[in-house]
């Protein structure tokens, strides 16, 4: 039986968008898809695609046509990073293709012609005697053939009823171009020996053409889709250079031979050979042999991995050692490379606050601006000012009101900064995100894991009167042998390098934050905090206390166990802090945050690993729905909460904290649960999350501010005929161009751990 929500949003699909030339259209179609009964659009339109979710009885095939419907094209994108991605990289790197080469062609001719144009129409003394005809036959195929895109594209508007920038850039255009046919056919313009002059504001007199503006402003709003265009291919570089990184084909073992066959026929639980140079052809664990593997693409971390059997190796990440086999545990869509592919995709395809307000202006924006030049022109003809200052501050209008800029001011600065952090290891999951960035105050930092290591080793093995101390490992390391927590982990590895495979484990259960439980060699074993051994209603002798006591003055995590109604000993564990924790704490401090170290571990270790690095407040001994209470208390002090964490039990404080950063070395609970994820699994990565974040939302509101400021300024030096269309038209390109280089900016943020 499904949920309600269950049948209004069963499914997703991400569409590749053909036809949209501005901000408008992209709202257009945005509107189109949301009419659909339970579905949910959003179009973004700097990467020109559209996610979507919508109800299971709605066919695929109705979104793409309601898209054509609009006037547009939309073809589905497959979820495979190699299908969706990899063309494209190529393509950027061995040159341009597609719409860019198609502006740069029409740039280039345009240009040419219009160049001579804008020297006869603005300087006296090269106009010779029939000058002006020589503008009329170089100016024509540049309004005509240059501006076709834009003629065209406001056609298919007045079909559909609607009007955007291309209606403005079309209209202006073509008033300007007919109104220099009226002036030299019958206005006198056309005489010989008749010379002009330029100006920059609405000038007036009969005896006056525009084909300087008309073939000047197609020119420079040309050159602004094309270098709007080709800074676009470059924003997605870091992605494309992302979904670029994996193996294209594999050798796998099988009945004892190797065959060399395509990654995407590679199966989970297959067996490949990844020799010294070669990139691991997809998630796994290694069967046989060690190396050390690099994996810097993926996580920025310079240092190679060294890794034995059993460990955990990724996708796309480089052997740089000796031979391995490794087992596939993901492939394809589920594979480490294709969810960051996936985040990342994600975060680009939102929006941010600051960018629903620009969407809102400029779905509005273009029926306005053709009102108002419709009244521009009426109000100076009807009050008696001249008829072609009257047209000119009317072009100008048009011309100048362009809302592209504020339609690239968040996706591209988002293209940029995703793209960047997937280079530097982290992956913001969307763009929420970055005003909760700006917004916190504090950070909650989990212990173990995210501050030390998470490698706990054993250092101590104390035996009760009578008790064999190996035994005592033996028995204890096959029961943790069937726990996912750090500790467990090393008691289950010193068991079995030393006494091999261990036995296994009946009625196995794990107690929160306590200990576990279960049956072994039918001995019925109890292994954790004495609190969970007082549930057995067992008590620690003298001695184990004792252990106890110099265990957690030291810092250390002590086991106590106990089996048959009897407390057998305790195991001393030890955790190291990571190198890179205390430099990192110190940047979150330059960053205005107060950490807070919060850990289950007792008070004394806590406060150990928090003095070493720099760390005042510690909320120890807290189960995990303690970490929640403690986060929640925070923000009833008014706090505003960021956690990091890597466990299980850190999802739940993870989703309730105002920004969950989720180490990317942690389980798939708790990168679920966050905000952000930090690759490289180093605390440094959350200094440089947070740093990326703040850099990307500043870029945005800065490009938002110009964008907006940029049209409150000109539309009213328009509108009172101080703008000339042809200036107005190279400001207008230039904007767009200025929002798009100021995102490239944040292609230059360096870690830091570089700076």
């Given at each position: 039986?499904?949920?309600?929500?269950?049948?209004?949003?069963?499914?997703?699909?991400?569409?590749?968008?053909?036809?949209?030339?501005?901000?408008?259209?992209?709202?257009?179609?945005?509107?189109?898809?949301?009419?659909?009964?339970?579905?949910?659009?959003?179009?973004?339109?700097?990467?020109?695609?559209?996610?979507?979710?919508?109800?299971?009885?709605?066919?695929?095939?109705?979104?793409?046509?309601?898209?054509?419907?609009?006037?547009?094209?939309?073809?589905?994108?497959?979820?495979?990073?190699?299908?969706?991605?990899?063309?494209?990289?190529?393509?950027?790197?061995?040159?341009?293709?597609?719409?860019?080469?198609?502006?740069?062609?029409?740039?280039?001719?345009?240009?040419?012609?219009?160049?001579?144009?804008?020297?006869?129409?603005?300087?006296?003394?090269?106009?010779?005697?029939?000058?002006?005809?020589?503008?009329?036959?170089?100016?024509?195929?540049?309004?005509?053939?240059?501006?076709?895109?834009?003629?065209?594209?406001?056609?298919?508007?007045?079909?559909?009823?609607?009007?955007?920038?291309?209606?403005?850039?079309?209209?202006?255009?073509?008033?300007?171009?007919?109104?220099?046919?009226y002036a030299l056919f019958w206005g006198g313009m056309g005489e010989p020996g008749t010379t002009m002059s330029f100006d920059?504001?609405?000038?007036?007199?009969?005896?006056?053409?525009?084909?300087?503006?008309?073939?000047?402003?197609?020119?420079?709003?040309?050159?602004?889709?094309?270098?709007?265009?080709?800074?676009?291919?470059?924003?997605?570089?870091?992605?494309?250079?992302?979904?670029?990184?994996?193996?294209?084909?594999?050798?796998?073992?099988?009945?004892?031979?190797?065959?060399?066959?395509?990654?995407?026929?590679?199966?989970?639980?297959?067996?490949?050979?990844?020799?010294?140079?070669?990139?691991?052809?997809?998630?796994?664990?290694?069967?046989?042999?060690?190396?050390?593997?690099?994996?810097?693409?993926?996580?920025?971390?310079?240092?190679?991995?060294?890794?034995?059997?059993?460990?955990?190796?990724?996708?796309?990440?480089?052997?740089?050692?000796?031979?391995?086999?490794?087992?596939?545990?993901?492939?394809?869509?589920?594979?480490?490379?294709?969810?960051?592919?996936?985040?990342?995709?994600?975060?680009?395809?939102?929006?941010?606050?600051?960018?629903?307000?620009?969407?809102?202006?400029?779905?509005?924006?273009?029926?306005?601006?053709?009102?108002?030049?419709?009244?521009?022109?009426?109000?100076?003809?009807?009050?008696?000012?001249?008829?072609?200052?009257?047209?000119?501050?009317?072009?100008?209008?048009?011309?100048?009101?362009?809302?592209?800029?504020?339609?690239?001011?968040?996706?591209?600065?988002?293209?940029?900064?995703?793209?960047?952090?997937?280079?530097?290891?982290?992956?913001?999951?969307?763009?929420?995100?970055?005003?909760?960035?700006?917004?916190?105050?504090?950070?909650?930092?989990?212990?173990?894991?995210?501050?030390?290591?998470?490698?706990?080793?054993?250092?101590?093995?104390?035996?009760?009167?009578?008790?064999?101390?190996?035994?005592?490992?033996?028995?204890?390391?096959?029961?943790?042998?069937?726990?996912?927590?750090?500790?467990?982990?090393?008691?289950?590895?010193?068991?079995?390098?030393?006494?091999?495979?261990?036995?296994?484990?009946?009625?196995?259960?794990?107690?929160?934050?306590?200990?576990?439980?279960?049956?072994?060699?039918?001995?019925?074993?109890?292994?954790?905090?004495?609190?969970?051994?007082?549930?057995?209603?067992?008590?620690?002798?003298?001695?184990?206390?004792?252990?106890?006591?110099?265990?957690?003055?030291?810092?250390?995590?002590?086991?106590?166990?106990?089996?048959?109604?009897?407390?057998?000993?305790?195991?001393?564990?030890?955790?190291?802090?990571?190198?890179?924790?205390?430099?990192?704490?110190?940047?979150?401090?330059?960053?205005?945050?107060?950490?807070?170290?919060?850990?289950?571990?007792?008070?004394?270790?806590?406060?150990?690993?928090?003095?070493?690095?720099?760390?005042?407040?510690?909320?120890?001994?807290?189960?995990?729905?303690?970490?929640?209470?403690?986060?929640?208390?925070?923000?009833?002090?008014?706090?505003?909460?960021?956690?990091?964490?890597?466990?299980?039990?850190?999802?739940?404080?993870?989703?309730?904290?105002?920004?969950?950063?989720?180490?990317?070395?942690?389980?798939?609970?708790?990168?679920?649960?966050?905000?952000?994820?930090?690759?490289?699994?180093?605390?440094?990565?959350?200094?440089?999350?947070?740093?990326?974040?703040?850099?990307?939302?500043?870029?945005?509101?800065?490009?938002?501010?110009?964008?907006?400021?940029?049209?409150?300024?000109?539309?009213?030096?328009?509108?009172?005929?101080?703008?000339?269309?042809?200036?107005?038209?190279?400001?207008?390109?230039?904007?767009?161009?200025?929002?798009?280089?100021?995102?490239?900016?944040?292609?230059?943020?360096?870690?830091?751990?570089?700076?």
């Open positions: 039986m499904t949920t309600p929500h269950a049948e209004t949003q069963a499914a997703r699909i991400d569409l590749a968008l053909g036809g949209m030339t501005c901000s408008s259209c992209a709202n257009r179609i945005e509107r189109k898809l949301n009419k659909l009964d339970g579905v949910q659009a959003t179009v973004n339109f700097a990467l020109e695609t559209a996610t979507v979710s919508y109800p299971a009885d709605v066919d695929p095939g109705a979104l793409v046509a309601a898209v054509e419907a609009a006037g547009y094209t939309a073809t589905p994108i497959t979820d495979e990073p190699e299908a969706s991605g990899a063309p494209e990289a190529a393509a950027g790197a061995e040159g341009e293709s597609g719409e860019p080469r198609s502006l740069r062609e029409r740039l280039v001719y345009s240009a040419l012609l219009t160049a001579p144009v804008l020297v006869l129409s603005m300087v006296p003394a090269a106009q010779f005697r029939f000058w002006q005809w020589l503008t009329l036959t170089l100016a024509a195929p540049v309004v005509v053939w240059g501006g076709w895109p834009f003629h065209k594209a406001a056609a298919k508007n007045l079909r559909h009823g609607t009007a955007t920038m291309d209606t403005l850039v079309s209209l202006g255009t073509l008033a300007a171009f007919v109104w220099s046919l920059f504001t609405a000038s007036g007199g009969h005896a006056e053409i525009y084909l300087e503006a008309s073939s000047a402003v197609i020119t420079f709003i040309l050159a602004g889709r094309y270098f709007e265009a080709r800074a676009k291919r470059k924003a997605g570089a870091a992605l494309k250079a992302l979904l670029e990184l994996g193996a294209r084909d594999v050798s796998v073992l099988r009945s004892g031979r190797e065959e060399r066959i395509p990654v995407d026929k590679l199966a989970a639980g297959d067996l490949f050979v990844v020799r010294p140079g070669e990139k691991i052809a997809t998630d796994g664990v290694v069967a046989e042999g060690s190396s050390a593997v690099d994996a810097s693409m993926l996580t920025g971390e310079s240092i190679p991995v060294e890794v034995r059997p059993g460990d955990p190796v990724t996708g796309a990440t480089l052997n740089a050692g000796g031979r391995l086999v490794v087992r596939a545990t993901r492939v394809g869509a589920d594979t480490r490379l294709a969810q960051m592919a996936r985040l990342i995709t994600d975060a680009q395809t939102g929006k941010a606050a600051v960018q629903r307000l620009a969407d809102r202006v400029s779905g509005v924006f273009v029926p306005i601006v053709i009102v108002l030049a419709v009244a521009t022109l009426g109000f100076r003809l009807g009050s008696g000012g001249d008829a072609t200052a009257a047209f000119t501050a009317a072009v100008a209008v048009l011309v100048i009101a362009c809302p592209c800029a504020l339609g690239l001011a968040t996706p591209v600065a988002l293209l940029v900064g995703t793209g960047r952090g997937a280079q530097l290891g982290v992956l913001i999951k969307g763009p929420e995100v970055l005003e909760n960035t700006r917004r916190v105050d504090t950070v909650v930092l989990d212990k173990t894991g995210t501050v030390t290591t998470g490698r706990m080793a054993l250092v101590e093995t104390v035996p009760a009167d009578g008790v064999d101390a190996d035994e005592l490992l033996r028995l204890a390391g096959a029961l943790e042998h069937a726990g996912e927590h750090p500790i467990a982990k090393a008691v289950a590895a010193a068991a079995a390098e030393r006494f091999g495979p261990l036995p296994g484990v009946e009625g196995f259960a794990n107690r929160e934050g306590l200990g576990v439980e279960g049956v072994v060699d039918g001995h019925a074993l109890v292994a954790g905090r004495p609190a969970l051994l007082a549930d057995w209603g067992l008590v620690l002798p003298g001695e184990l206390v004792a252990a106890l006591d110099r265990a957690e003055e030291a810092g250390r995590t002590a086991v106590a166990v106990a089996w048959d109604g009897e407390v057998r000993g305790v195991l001393v564990m030890s955790d190291t802090v990571k190198p890179t924790s205390a430099a990192a704490i110190a940047g979150l401090r330059d960053l205005g945050l107060t950490p807070v170290l919060l850990t289950g571990d007792n008070e004394r270790a806590a406060r150990s690993v928090a003095k070493a690095v720099g760390i005042d407040e510690v909320v120890a001994g807290v189960l995990p729905a303690g970490k929640v209470d403690a986060v929640k208390a925070l923000q009833a002090q008014g706090k505003v909460v960021a956690m990091v964490g890597d466990g299980v039990n850190d999802a739940a404080a993870l989703a309730t904290a105002d920004l969950g950063l989720a180490m990317g070395t942690g389980t798939d609970a708790a990168i679920e649960a966050a905000d952000l994820t930090l690759v490289r699994g180093d605390l440094g990565a959350a200094v440089d999350a947070i740093r990326l974040s703040r850099a990307t939302l500043r870029t945005i509101k800065t490009n938002l501010f110009w964008a907006f400021a940029y049209n409150v300024a000109a539309i009213p030096l328009a509108v009172a005929g101080l703008l000339n269309p042809m200036i107005a038209g190279a400001a207008m390109a230039f904007s767009s161009v200025f929002v798009v280089g100021n995102s490239l900016r944040l292609r230059k943020f360096r870690s830091t751990a570089a700076v």
